[in-house]
């Protein structure tokens, strides 16, 4: 259908996420017609390379081969079936799989079909297992600030991004906030430790700063750890709450503190897991164990919507009994498990295998770091955060001071129209600019798309509100 048309009918019967429609009065969206590897391309055939995987969802690229034969044989034999009382191949080989790919003591899969959904089946599964193991008392949660686990009324309450949920604060139940593990903004006040990936990546690195910011962590566990059912944390990588990497080193520590005192640990691993980070989960780079964890993203190598929410034996024991015994996990969704899904999920599974791309990323993050270095000559970059295929500008109105742009002077704007005009999908959130790169990117790419980012960042008229300093 004509463009024009289309553009018409979506501003009379569409409402986008994460969009002010406004923006959109007199210009028109992005219309994409089809996508090919890292490509995106519009009507008129313009590309533009998805430096942000699709909302972080997609990794051999876009339409792979062997994803469309899974998907396509398994839409032959069966599209949908509850999964309650009724099972089918894919889910039950899937969940396979990833008990294998995942630490030991995660033994049990929980379908279900998006990463705020894996959050609260998360989150429900840990309150109801205290109930029915003798410790009802524990009935807290504690979470980051800046953290960000989704957008249902549940996940919001866990959420550290006031930004996206204040108007609803008044629903929102109560929990424990800690302060994050931010460096550059160091809530302890110390020193960020320097920008050495090796240090960053090695749980056993010591910091100058001792993770100091965990300080009211330990004292929160101390005065009311019995009280508390489980800490719900993204691993190495706050993404929605602004991209801030922290060193492995903290989550090793926060995960023994946390065990310390018998909390649940549910890793929100919905953005950071499946080879994002540079290992296929993150939890691998400080070699912990959660009670709970949660993958939806890139677990379809982002063809289709589907979330797990893995967990142990032990939490798994405390709902088995007799049907009388009233301890039925009673939570489910339509899709749960969806066997078109599955395929797609156990189509990425076997393009991991086939082209072995865990091997293949070392050498695409050491370039990819080695065309950034330069960013951060620009006045306005204030932090450069490295971690796998993610990479994060923070942009700041003067270095010294780290003064932020104001929220309402909106710098991520005009910097994403620029990228549009260079045929990047770069979609800043607040002052920071990121890439999150499909796998499957070449080094090449990474080349064209660090210099097309380049003019887009370097150009001072691209960085609106800095001359204001
Ligand atoms: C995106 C995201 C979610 C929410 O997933 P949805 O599928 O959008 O509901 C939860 N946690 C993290 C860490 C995420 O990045």
Avoid at 438 to 443: A, E, G, I, N
Wanted: overall charge neutral; glycine content about 8%; some cysteine.
């Amino acid at each position: 259908m004509n463009e024009a048309i289309l553009q018409q009918k979506d501003r009379a019967c569409l409402w986008h996420p994460f969009t002010q429609q406004y923006d959109y009065a007199r210009r028109d969206l992005l219309l994409i017609d089809r996508a090919e590897g890292v490509m995106l391309y519009d009507g008129r055939g313009k590309g533009y390379f998805d430096t942000i995987s699709s909302w972080w969802c997609i990794l051999h690229g876009h339409g792979h081969p062997t994803m469309k034969a899974y998907v396509r044989a398994q839409m032959e034999r069966l599209d949908q079936v509850l999964l309650a009382g009724t099972s089918h191949e894919p889910a039950i080989l899937l969940a396979e799989k990833l008990v294998e790919l995942t630490p030991p003591a995660l033994s049990k899969v929980f379908y279900s079909d998006n990463g705020s959904t894996a959050c609260e089946v998360a989150v429900k599964m840990s309150l109801q297992y205290w109930q029915q193991s003798g410790q009802p008392r524990r009935r807290g949660l504690v979470a980051l600030e800046r953290g960000y686990h989704g957008d249902t009324i549940g996940t919001m309450s866990l959420g550290g991004v006031p930004e996206f949920h204040q108007a609803f604060a008044h629903l929102m139940f109560s929990s424990h906030r800690i302060p994050p593990p931010y460096c550059y903004r160091c809530p302890a006040g110390m020193e960020p430790p320097p920008a050495d990936a090796a240090g960053l990546n090695d749980p056993d690195a010591p910091l100058a700063c001792d993770c100091r910011c965990l300080a009211p962590l330990e004292k929160l566990l101390a005065e009311e750890g019995e009280g508390i059912a489980a800490f719900i944390l993204e691993p190495r990588i706050l993404a929605a709450g602004g991209m801030i990497i922290y060193p492995a080193a903290w989550l090793r520590r926060a995960a023994e503190l946390t065990r310390r005192h018998g909390v649940h640990l549910i890793f929100d691993e919905v953005a950071s897991g499946f080879g994002r980070t540079g290992r296929m989960f993150a939890l691998e780079s400080a070699g912990v164990t959660p009670d709970f964890l949660c993958l939806s993203k890139g677990l379809t190598g982002g063809m289709l919507p589907m979330a797990v929410t893995m967990t142990t034996d032990e939490v798994y024991q405390a709902f088995y009994a007799e049907y009388s015994q009233g301890k039925t996990f009673f939570h489910g969704h339509t899709f749960s498990g969806n066997p078109l899904a599955a395929a797609a999920a156990l189509g990425s599974l076997e393009v991991f295998r086939q082209e072995r791309t865990m091997a293949g990323l070392p050498a695409k993050i050491e370039h990819l770091g080695r065309r950034l270095e330069r960013f951060r000559d620009l006045p306005w970059v204030g932090d450069l955060r490295r971690l796998g295929m993610i990479a994060a500008l923070e942009l700041v109105k003067d270095r010294a001071t780290k003064t932020p742009f104001a929220p309402a002077e909106r710098v991520g704007w005009p910097i994403y129209l620029a990228g549009l005009e260079e045929g990047l999908i770069l979609r800043p959130m607040g002052n920071v600019v990121y890439l999150w790169l499909p796998l499957s990117v070449t080094s090449e790419e990474i080349t064209e798309i660090t210099e097309r980012m380049w003019r887009v960042l370097s150009n001072p008229a691209n960085i609106k509100g800095f001359s204001a300093v």
